[in-house]
């Protein structure tokens, strides 16, 4: 049962290239989030999805998108990345969005634009 | 804005201490409160508070929370060298029912042998 994964686990890009990152979920989970975690600023969420192709914005959506076309799947693409993206990244997910339904987190992407 | 505040954000003590970590928050539509523990890898799950008054325990770990003071705290007795770690407060809130997390900075706790 591998549970949240998430691929690749380290990333090295350049500026201005397009990223993308991937989340994977083995439990047919309802809801899925990504996070950024940076020194300082705890855990902030970038996007969050409902169900399959229901998406909808974070706290710090600016510069990133995502889709969600089968529930498993939530990928994050960087469009065009800037150093002020370098962070680590966490997936998470959640049987449904309600108040009692605790997110569970992938392992983490550290990427690192140069 | 919605904002969630722990305290302190980093600590070092000696094994046998006992600690106390402070989350203190202001959310609209609170729902519930989560305690998760981070080492070098993904925040794993402690806790979910819902209601005030009432400890939630687990080993040497325990928490509880206040809903009329806005605050919860995490204790931890006789910390061993495992418990180093990232602690994070999260809550569940805001103006839809979507489950997002809203997270502190975290307190960051060192245990020395």
């Known amino acids: 049962d591998a549970g949240i994964t998430q691929s690749p686990r380290y990333k090295i890009t350049e500026t201005g290239r397009q990223v993308t990152l991937m989340c994977h979920q083995t439990?047919?989970?309802?809801?899925m989030f990504w996070y950024r975690q940076d020194l300082g600023h705890g855990l902030r969420l970038i996007y969050y999805?409902?169900?399959?192709?229901?998406?909808d914005k974070g706290e710090v959506p600016d510069g990133y998108v995502v889709s969600r076309s089968k529930t498993e799947n939530f990928p994050l693409t960087l469009e065009s990345a800037t150093r002020s993206q370098t962070s680590v990244y966490f997936c998470?997910?959640?049987?449904?969005?309600?108040?009692?339904?605790?997110?569970?987190f992938g392992p983490g992407t550290r990427l690192t634009v140069l | 804005e919605d904002k969630v505040v722990q305290s302190p954000l980093s600590l070092v003590v000696h094994e046998g201490d006992t600690v106390t970590l402070n989350c203190s928050y202001e959310?609209?539509?609170?729902?519930?409160l989560l305690w998760y523990k981070q080492e070098k890898k993904a925040p794993t799950f402690l806790f979910m508070l819902?209601?005030?008054?009432i400890e939630k325990k687990s080993g040497r770990l325990s928490s509880i929370l206040d809903k009329k003071e806005l605050f919860s705290i995490l204790n931890i007795t006789a910390t061993q060298t495992g418990d180093s770690a990232i602690y994070l407060c999260?809550?569940?809130?805001?103006?839809?029912?979507?489950?997002?997390?809203?997270f502190g900075q975290g307190t960051t706790l060192q245990v020395k042998p």
């Open positions: 998470a997910s959640s049987r449904g969005g309600g108040s009692y339904n605790e997110q569970f």
């Open positions: 439990w047919s989970h309802s809801y």
């Open positions: 999805s409902a169900a399959a192709d229901i998406t």
């Open positions: 959310v609209t539509n609170f729902r519930s």
């Open positions: 819902t209601s005030s008054g």
């Open positions: 999260a809550v569940v809130g805001g103006s839809s029912n979507t489950g997002k997390l809203i």
